[in-house]
């Protein structure tokens, strides 16, 4: 795992991207996996600036997002369908039917997920998973307790994450879905690569336990140790709790820059 903490944390979002354009450069019909949720708008902000300066293009790329809400009407602005589209893949080019997402809405939910799982196989499997990170540890919406080698499914929300994501529904907790569907653990450890981001100090906790913990599936993101390519890009509040956080400063420091992430 490389745990990268800028002294400047507006690098984090250009050091993300330059990996993605670097990818589309190389593999043009690249299957990206987004994110929604506040950590990686700024890496969508700076795609989106690259794009419109033609420094990249997403008209071959295919994309697939972590989780969907279930129940949520398909107009909804929290719908992470919608959120996804508002935040970043509206303003690049990439071809209307290349962004998947579960369906939140579908009549056999199950079916759906395996459908879902499918649909990314025959996709070739994802090349660069982007995360975010709970305050509890989780990852896409594996709750704590999840299983470790859990594909896409239906998942209860825990009272915390409905807390954390009640300010995207006017801070009204009761419209916070109870359930939703995400990629599993397993799933995402299929990706080639995972570049996580967390910041503020709130996330200190989960990072720890992502970084320097036990892996355990009380702290879902933990799984990631046991990824052979996983990135994690922090500020210095998320990276607040690290112990040898000199050491990967100073690793990332004097890194040969061809080596890229
Ligand atoms: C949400 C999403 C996750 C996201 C996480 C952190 O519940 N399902 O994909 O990574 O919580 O969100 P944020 O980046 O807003 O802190």
Redesign the pocket.
């Known amino acids: 795992m490389e745990v990268i903490v800028p002294k400047d944390s507006t690098q984090i979002a250009p050091i993300a991207a330059d990996a993605i354009c670097e990818l589309l450069e190389r593999k043009p019909d690249a299957v990206l996996g987004l994110?929604?949720?506040?950590?990686?708008l700024p890496l969508y902000a700076e795609l989106i600036r690259r794009y419109k300066a033609g420094e990249v293009s997403f008209a071959r790329a295919r994309a697939f997002t972590?989780?969907e809400y279930v129940g949520l009407a398909s107009d909804h602005p929290q719908a992470?369908s919608n959120v996804i589209r508002t935040e970043f893949t509206a303003h690049v080019d990439f071809a209307d039917d290349a962004v998947h997402s579960p369906d939140g809405l579908a009549s056999d939910l199950r079916q759906s997920c395996a459908g879902y799982e499918a649909k990314i196989a025959e996709a070739g499997g994802v090349d660069l998973q982007i995360?975010?990170?709970?305050?509890d540890g989780?990852?896409?919406?594996n709750e704590p307790g999840s299983s470790l080698a859990s594909r896409t499914r239906i998942k209860t929300?825990t009272p915390q994450?409905r807390l954390?994501?009640a300010r995207f529904f006017d801070g009204d907790l009761d419209q916070v879905p109870q359930h939703?569907i995400?990629q599993g653990l397993g799933t995402i450890m299929e990706a080639r690569h995972v570049v996580l981001?967390?910041?503020?100090e709130?996330?200190a906790q989960a990072v720890w336990n992502l970084v320097e913990g036990p892996v355990s599936a009380m702290w879902p993101a933990t799984i990631l140790q046991h990824h052979p390519h996983a990135t994690v890009l922090l500020d210095e509040g998320a990276a607040s709790k690290l112990e040898n956080l000199d050491y990967y400063r100073d690793t990332y420091e004097t890194k040969p820059e061809w080596q890229g992430i």
Do not use: E, Q, R
């Open positions: 994110a929604t949720g506040s950590s990686p972590l989780d992470y995360l975010g990170v709970g305050t989780h990852i896409a919406f929300l994450t954390d994501n939703c995400t981001f967390a910041s503020g709130g996330k």
